[in-house]
């Protein structure tokens, strides 16, 4: 069966120091892979997207890659900051009948310490 | 530029009555998506419209939702009857077309709560 995954595990790290998070998944082929951001009570707010031709992509402090051989994104904060605490959704886009769809997966809690 | 605009925000009804929420996407895109998302999840898709046609519908409870898109702009997502584990939010979002590299631009969403 088609799986999304994320760590389920709040992460918390000290200011400062690089915050990796995972997304793996099964029986996907994904084209595309996006990252979000989500704060309590509020949207997803998108971050990045990486192609599956791409092995990586930065934005300031913020750096995706994608495997697609071991079927796993990381995505990585250096330098991170409390106000970097939030919750992270991974989502790849599923093609049905020539349509893109997003599947999100179910998002890592991170909590930055000061 | 304006952001995606969902009301209400907030929404508590009994079990069995009707309930309706209200989006206005970001002005010129045409694919608009709501979503549902429990408390601990990802945001799970319930519908997709290409200005006002319907792309994807698969995992929408037909039994008791309805969604519709009016003129391609606004869209209502329709509850009736309600039940406990329809307990939720409801996250509309919009994008500028159906590619998979479109970013997607999300409303706060509605929090309903069905007693």
């Known amino acids: 069966s088609q799986k999304i995954e994320q760590n389920s595990e709040a992460l918390n790290i000290q200011e400062g120091k690089t915050a990796t998070l995972t997304c793996n998944y099964t029986?996907?082929?994904?084209?595309?892979l996006q990252w979000y951001r989500q704060d309590p009570g509020r949207g997803p707010v998108f971050l990045l997207l990486i192609r599956e031709n791409e092995k990586e992509k930065r934005k300031e402090r913020l750096k995706v890659t994608f495997d697609t051989t071991l079927k796993q994104s990381l995505f990585h904060i250096t330098a991170s900051q409390p106000a970097d605490s939030a919750t992270y959704l991974c989502?790849?886009?599923?093609?049905?009948?020539?349509?893109?769809?997003?599947?999100f997966g179910t998002g890592t809690r991170l909590k930055v310490l000061a | 530029e304006a952001g995606v605009a969902q009301s209400p925000r907030y929404k508590i009804i009994e079990k069995r009555q009707s309930v309706a929420f209200w989006c206005n996407p970001i002005?010129?895109?045409?694919?608009l998506y709501w979503y549902q998302q429990i408390l601990g999840q990802g945001p799970k898709l319930l519908i997709q419209?290409?200005?006002?046609?319907?792309?994807?519908d698969s995992q929408l409870p037909k039994d008791r939702f309805s969604a519709e898109r009016l003129k391609g702009v606004d869209s209502t997502l329709k509850i009736q009857p309600a039940k406990l584990e329809d307990s939720a939010v409801y996250l509309c979002?919009?994008?500028?077309?159906?590619?998979?590299?479109?970013?997607?631009?999300f409303g706060p969403g509605t929090r309903l709560t069905v007693l």
């Open positions: 029986n996907y082929s994904p084209a595309y």
């Open positions: 002005s010129g895109h045409a694919t």
């Open positions: 419209f290409q200005n006002n046609g319907v792309v994807d």
């Open positions: 979002a919009s994008s500028s077309g159906l590619a998979g590299y479109n970013e997607q631009f």
């Open positions: 989502a790849l886009d599923v093609v049905t009948s020539g349509t893109y769809k997003y599947i």
